[in-house]
């Protein structure tokens, strides 16, 4: 159940009265008429989301302008843009290692559902239960009703499912998977370790997450993070930052030439034209 809070006091402001905050928390406002238009297009509250990682007080602006937060914000916007194509790459290249390495190697296109081909059960069971969602929303048929009265669904190859479930859900299965030399073979098609190639896959299903909801990329704590290789250490990579996230999908684009280098020149295009602040934040080290 959800309520509203009993002791809200705060009224709904216009955008006139928005600048008028802003300016009275020492924000310089060069043109009142366009920060009142982009107000209207951009939430106040997302827009002072990015104005607070520009100063070392939250709500404090001192020093900083309107226009300084707005092409902080486009910045942002055009890394994330970047960021999704090299994200939508990725998952459809995973997906289909995914399903194509284990199940022509186990000879079983419903690998997936055998729970003794994943270390936790208990987690898979719940994997299978999360992933019926995306069954009905596909239109897989329904072929009958357990004794709870639930959908029995008609499973559908492995390549066909990891076109159907959410790549948050195919990399549980994937992260939860029993066999090391999976982890392995599938890693070493991407150039990382099985130790590694877990982690890379969690933490850009997480970041592909967080770039559809639109969420702030840079001055960001990151659900997860990517294992820090040995490659990435050499090049001084800070692994909690943005950095890590663009290294690792460069490396996993080295069977696509094309895509990787139109990945890493517009990246490096975009690192160029930031202020040498902004460019500490994207923590790639000599890598850009």
Same mark, same amino acid.
Request: positive net charge; aromatic residues 12%.
């Given at each position: 159940m959800i309520r509203k809070p009993?002791?809200?006091?705060?009224?709904?402001?216009?955008?006139?009265?928005?600048?008028?905050?802003?300016?009275?928390? $020492?924000?310089?406002?060069?043109?009142? $008429?366009?920060?009142?238009?982009?107000?209207?297009?951009v939430n106040y509250y997302r827009f002072c989301h990015y104005a607070n990682s520009l100063v070392p007080v939250a709500d404090d602006f001192t020093g900083i302008?309107?226009? @300084?937060?707005?092409?902080?914000? $486009?910045?942002? %916007?055009? /890394?994330?843009?970047?960021?999704? @194509?090299? /994200?939508?790459?990725? @998952?459809?290249s995973f997906r289909t290692a995914f399903s194509y390495i284990v199940s022509n190697d186990k000879q079983d296109p419903f690998f997936y559902l055998d729970s003794s081909n994943f270390r936790n059960s208990s987690f898979h069971s719940q994997t299978l239960l999360e992933c019926e969602k995306d069954f009905k929303n596909a239109g897989i048929r329904v072929v009958g009703q357990d004794a709870n009265g639930k959908d029995i669904y008609e499973a559908?190859?492995?390549?066909?499912?990891? @076109?159907?479930?959410?790549?948050?859900?195919?990399?549980?299965?994937?992260?939860?998977?029993?066999?090391?030399?999976y982890l392995?073979?599938?890693g070493k098609y991407f150039g990382f370790s099985k130790t590694e190639i877990k982690s890379v896959i969690k933490s850009l299903a997480d970041l592909r997450n967080q770039c559809? =909801? =639109?969420?702030?990329?840079?001055?960001? $704590?990151?659900?997860?993070?990517?294992? &820090?290789?040995?490659?990435? %250490?050499?090049?001084q990579i800070d692994g909690s930052k &943005?950095?890590?996230?663009?290294?690792?999908? =460069?490396k996993m684009m080295k069977n696509d030439a094309d895509m990787q280098s139109s990945f890493y020149k517009k990246i490096?295009?975009?690192?160029?034209?930031?202020?040498?602040d902004i460019k500490n934040e994207f923590g790639t080290g000599s890598f850009l």
């Open positions: 009993s002791n809200w006091a705060k009224p709904a402001t216009t955008a006139a009265t928005q600048v008028f905050i802003l300016e009275s928390r $020492n924000m310089t406002v060069a043109d009142k $008429n366009a920060a009142e238009n982009f107000l209207r297009r302008t309107f226009e @300084e937060v707005v092409s902080f914000y $486009n910045l942002d %916007r055009e /890394l994330r843009s970047i960021l999704m @194509e090299g /994200l939508s790459w990725a @998952e459809v559908p190859p492995a390549w066909k499912m990891v @076109e159907i479930v959410s790549f948050g859900k195919i990399s549980k299965l994937f992260c939860n998977i029993d066999k090391v030399k392995d073979k599938v559809a =909801h =639109h969420r702030k990329i840079l001055f960001s $704590n990151f659900n997860s993070t990517p294992a &820090i290789t040995q490659d990435m %250490r050499a090049l &943005i950095g890590a996230f663009i290294f690792c999908l =460069h490096s295009e975009l690192y160029k034209k930031c202020p040498s």
